[in-house]
């Protein structure tokens, strides 16, 4: 139900409010899917392992990691900004880094996040789904993470749903296909529907921001 009244997001009681391009709304609150799948088992475990890894850390580390976070700078859902707590950027760091297959850092990092794409461009049919991508090749020490959306109607054009569905090797060349393990998350692409895809660039934890685009599977 769309309403006129100040910003709100979250919920109270059995009624959620948000926000979206068309303005504020509130809708009955929803239970949260808990379908325990492999992936999400998986992003649970990694979660678990840095809230243990954080236990083990000397005061001279948190105090690292702290001043990391006061670097790192977050938008939340009402727009406001915010910086990272250590325990937040100790987290956020070695969640990235365990996704893309590196070691756990126990010391903070250098703050050095990586520039963002120049473009991203992906095109599909029912037996492919590939990323083409500039600057092409990536660095030697950059990745990139491509998550995209599940299949969705050809008239939708605001997605907020993205899932990690890839991530390159360092130096990769464009394109990245995506087919088999977008195809195992969500199904073959189906002509007719419509993906949207992000794309943001890795470097040892830090990552860029997000670069989107969007397809009508042909």
Do not use: H
């Amino acid at each position: 139900m769309k309403i006129l009244d100040v910003p709100q997001s979250g919920s109270v009681g059995g009624v959620t409010s948000s926000r979206n391009r068309y303005g504020q709304y509130r809708r009955t609150r929803a239970t949260p899917v808990n379908p325990a799948s492999s992936f999400q088992t998986a992003v649970r475990a990694r979660m678990q392992q840095n809230a243990d890894g954080w236990k083990a850390l000397t005061a001279v580390q948190r105090e690292g990691w702290g001043a990391l976070g006061a670097q790192m700078t977050r938008t939340d859902s009402m727009g406001q900004t915010y910086d990272m707590t250590g325990f937040a950027a100790y987290c956020s760091v070695n969640n990235y880094r365990l996704a893309a297959g590196d070691t756990v850092s126990s010391d903070a990092i250098l703050y050095d996040p990586p520039a963002p794409l120049l473009t991203v461009t992906p095109t599909a049919t029912i037996a492919t789904l590939s990323v083409a991508y500039t600057t092409t090749p990536l660095a030697a020490t950059i990745r990139a993470f491509i998550s995209a959306s599940p299949m969705r109607s050809a008239g939708r054009f605001f997605e907020s749903d993205y899932r990690l569905i890839s991530v390159t090797a360092a130096a990769a060349a464009s394109p990245s296909s995506i087919f088999t393990p977008y195809s195992a998350r969500f199904g073959a692409p189906v002509v007719g529907s419509k993906i949207f895809v992000s794309v943001q660039l890795y470097k040892a934890g830090l990552m860029s921001q997000p670069m989107t685009a969007s397809l009508i599977v042909a």
